[in-house]
Structure formats: structure tokens, C-alpha cells
């Protein structure tokens, strides 16, 4: 009976530890070409269509699930997404939107440019999967609202918020540190934020001083915040929590009477 009950407490360990999805890469599909209209265009991703200004059928990733759709370089204007599946919209060059991106069905998006991604407007409608943004450099403007559900961006280069970002859950991650420019602010329940060094800018004067910076460590803690004022301890992540409590029973299964 000991011996089932390390097993199912290890077991129940190893669940609980935190695990990352990956990244759709660009180069692993077959490029439709280049993706180039100033007219509105759908993506559904049940039928693998994409109408409007222009007409492409995707593919169905057989790892993900997901319906795909990959380019050489997205240029557009607006784009409604419908269906169950999550978008894959990739691309092995840039991606830019001047309008509106809507995401009205109740799959998720994930967004990879291999160059720099520009978003003027992103909606979310109701609950569904998460939403993704990648790319090497990401500029963001207007406003950028996942509703309801979990919102990453990852980028190389300093990533630029010029607008308002509502969410539920923000994850953001530079790999040399973040450079976040915002307007009203990010409002969230929620915000990881990657290691490394994240500058606050003002955004009435992106380009002025620096109004603080938090200095994030590889494990997740804030080690320096000069010029920011830390309104809530950060939360223990729940897995570790869980973790934790998972050996401490494994003590106990271990003890033995006097």
C-alpha cells in the first residue's frame, strides 16, 4: 500500500509542475505566397477558408489541431476569424494589420512572424482558446483585448504596448528584457512577466526618462523595482505550491511509529 502512495504522489508532482506549450514555427509549412489586401478578409478555421479580399485554403496541423495558414509576408487590413479550431496565422516574413483583427470564434490565436508583427486592433469575443502573439519585434497599438482569455506575447527585441491592453492573463517574455510603452496602462488579474530587465516608459513621452524599471530574476522574483511601487507581493505559483505539499505527504508516507 506504501508503495502506491509515493507512486501516485510523485505522479501527482509531475502534473503539477507548469509546462509551456510550443511555438508553431513558420518554416515547418508550406507558404501560401505573399498575403497582400486592403480588403476585409475571414479565416474559418472548421472549413480551412480564407474569403474577402483574397481566397487561400489552410492546412490542418496533425500535432496541434489547429488550422494553418502561412505566408511569406501578411499585409492587411481587417480580419474576422471564425470556428472551434485555433488559428495558426504564420508568417516567414512580417505581419501587419492597419484595422481590426476580431476573434469571434471560440478557438484560440496564435500569431508568428519570423520578422516584426504590428497590430492596430485585436478584439476578443466570448470564451475559447488562448491567444498568442510571436515574432522578433512587436509593436502594438490601440487597444488589445483578449476578454476573457489568456493573452502571451514573446518577442526578441523590446517589446512596444503604444495603446491599452485588457485582459484576464498577461504573459509577456523578452529575451533581453522588455521595453513596455503604455497609454492608460495594462489592467489585468494577472501579469508574468519574463526574466530580465522590464523598463517602464511614460506614454504621453515614450521617448523621455524612463519613469522606472523592474529587474526580474531567473526564478521569477523581482529583484530590484527602482522607481515602481510594488502594490501586491508576487504571488507563489500554484504549481509549486502543489509541489511542495506533494513531498511533505511523501514525508509523511515515509515516517514511521516510535
Do not use: C, H
Not at 495603446?163 to 489585468?188: F, V
Amino acid at each position: 500500500m506504501r508503495w502506491m502512495i509515493r507512486v501516485w504522489t510523485v505522479l501527482f508532482s509531475l502534473w503539477a509542475l507548469p509546462s509551456q506549450a510550443a511555438v508553431l514555427d513558420p518554416w515547418a509549412f508550406t507558404s501560401l505566397g505573399a498575403l497582400n489586401t486592403s480588403e476585409s478578409i475571414s479565416i474559418n478555421t472548421d472549413t480551412l477558408a480564407l474569403t474577402g479580399g483574397a481566397s487561400y485554403s489552410g492546412v490542418l496541423d496533425p500535432v496541434s489541431d489547429a488550422g494553418i495558414f502561412t505566408f511569406d509576408d501578411i499585409n492587411g487590413t481587417n480580419l474576422s476569424i471564425f470556428g472551434t479550431r485555433t488559428l495558426g496565422l504564420l508568417s516567414k516574413g512580417n505581419i501587419a494589420f492597419t484595422g481590426t483583427i476580431d476573434l469571434r470564434g471560440s478557438g484560440g490565436l496564435e500569431m508568428v512572424a519570423v520578422g516584426s508583427m504590428a497590430l492596430t486592433q485585436l478584439n476578443v469575443l466570448g470564451g475559447g482558446g488562448a491567444v498568442s502573439l510571436t515574432a522578433n519585434q512587436i509593436n502594438l497599438g490601440g487597444t488589445i483585448d483578449s476578454g476573457i482569455r489568456p493573452l502571451g506575447i514573446r518577442a526578441v527585441e523590446p517589446i512596444n504596448l503604444s495603446g491599452d491592453i485588457g485582459i484576464t492573463d498577461l504573459s509577456l517574455s523578452g529575451r533581453g528584457g522588455l521595453t513596455l510603452t503604455t497609454g492608460t496602462g495594462i489592467s489585468s488579474r494577472s501579469l508574468s512577466l519574463g526574466s530580465g530587465i522590464i523598463t517602464l516608459n511614460s506614454g504621453s513621452n515614450p521617448s523621455g526618462a524612463t519613469s522606472g524599471q523592474i529587474t526580474i530574476s531567473s526564478a521569477g522574483e523581482i529583484a530590484s523595482s527602482p522607481g515602481v511601487t510594488v502594490a501586491a507581493p508576487v504571488p507563489v505559483p500554484a504549481a509549486f505550491l502543489l509541489f511542495a505539499t506533494s513531498l511533505a505527504a511523501l514525508g509523511l508516507v515515509r515516517r514511521r511509529p516510535a
